[in-house]
């Protein structure tokens, strides 16, 4: 006997599961409720994009009459929401197919929550085999490790000290469950060739921290209070947040070619990002600095929104193909704001807020898709050739502004607040609503084979020169404006 979808054969329950990424849950319980065992049950992930990894989903090897047993699978953070997956459960008679779709949610974890050892065995030396034991190795001495081959550890790896810790992961090695490393003194830390961590790195150190990461670490890192941090994540994989707070300064080097959950930065000194290419940041991307930001030469990056609030500069350059899934927002910057954008796509709009000089760079098809909104007490200037800025440009300032397009559109309303000379410089552009303009000083409006759509408004006792009123649709005030 053959049937398609009859909770009369197989009761399905379930459909909910939450979980952070690398743990595994249960989707469904099924229960069979034919008369005879059923010996063979497969399922089949057949919807994409799906918030598990559909090679761990894994079922009932059989069910007696009456018997239940669950669907489970390991949860894949890239994604939350649903899964559709095809059930077939069969006998030598009988057989039941069926397709249920599941929730999933994707629960964050707190990368830096301490941690206690999980319970079992625990030895005090890197072993020469797989073992399902927790590794401790604590002492006053220098400590220099490799684990490699294609050992196992079964529970968590802690390495503490009170001098330098030199620790290396390669080969095959893997440690299911945490990997902690605590001294006072310097480290040097390296996950590469096919090794694994399935839990969370944690990193405590008062000295300077040299960190590789070259492959899979699914849980997060956490570095905390550490001096000078030099983080390289070539070709890594982390499915969780990385936090990393410095008494020092902050660099991230070498970031190609990998993904990460979003990214926290706490720092004493300067942060700086030394180019990043083909790498994803799954979330939020937060710098709290006391000296220099600086986002270097990204291309092909993508991250979720991006929050700066540094003491001295602040510069972000993204040389092509990069997004941002979200708003930029920098305030209390304490110098320079600089962001130049090359091939971007910002979802969300650009918040700037200092003391300093503000600089904003769009060109070869950069979008923001909400308003940018800039305060400041010096000069501003915003540049877009080939670029678009799709909602409204509100400038506040005491300085100079200096607003230029070149084959560029803005598809809102531009609002102009300063003390200080106003230049607007349009090229084969043009501006999709309103222009309102309040300054002190002279202002200057260029048309050239442009327009505005709206109304043309300047208020400032000084001279004003609009180019041609006749590219401005609505009307221009004052009127001497176009004498």
Known sequence: MSTDDNEAFMRIAGGQASGSNGDTVTLFQLTNQFDQPLTTISATV?????????????TPTDLAPGGSGDVRATVDCDTNGAVKIQFVASNENQRVEFTRTAQVTCESINVCAPR??????????VPNKSTDCSVVIDTSNQIKEQISGDITIGGAAEFRSESQIDLNLRGNSDIREYLKVDTPSQIDLSIGGNSRVQG???????????FDISTRVDGGVCVEDAGEVKLSPGDATIGGE?????????????FDNSTTGGITIDAAGQVKFNGAENSTVSGPVSVTAAGQVKLDKLVGVSTGPVTIDGDGQVDIVSEGDSTVDGPITITGAGGQIGLDFAATEITGGVTLANESQIKLSLTNGSTIGSAIDIDTDSQATVDL??????????????????INLTDASIEGDVDIETDSQVKLN??????DGTVTIGSESQVDVVLKSSSITGDLTI???????????????????????CQ
Not at 49 to 58: A, E, K, N
Not at 116 to 123: A, F, I, Q, R, Y
């Open 46 to 58: 057949v919807s994409s994009g799906t918030p598990i990894d559909p090679q761990t989903v894994q």
């Open 116 to 125: 206690g050892l999980p319970s079992g065995c625990t030895v005090n030396k």
């Open 200 to 210: 969370v790195v944690k990193v405590l150190t008062e000295s300077q921290l040299d």
């Open 242 to 254: 990385v936090s990393l707070t410095s008494t020092d300064q902050v660099t991230v080097d070498k």
């Open 385 to 402: 050739s080939g670029s678009s800025i799709e909602d409204d440009l509100n400038v506040e300032t005491e300085g100079q502004v200096n």
């Open 426 to 431: 349009l090229k084969d552009s043009q501006i």
């Open 459 to 481: 208020s400032t006792p000084s001279q004003i020169d609009v180019s041609d009123c006749a590219a401005v649709d609505g009307d221009v005030s004052p009127q001497r404006a």
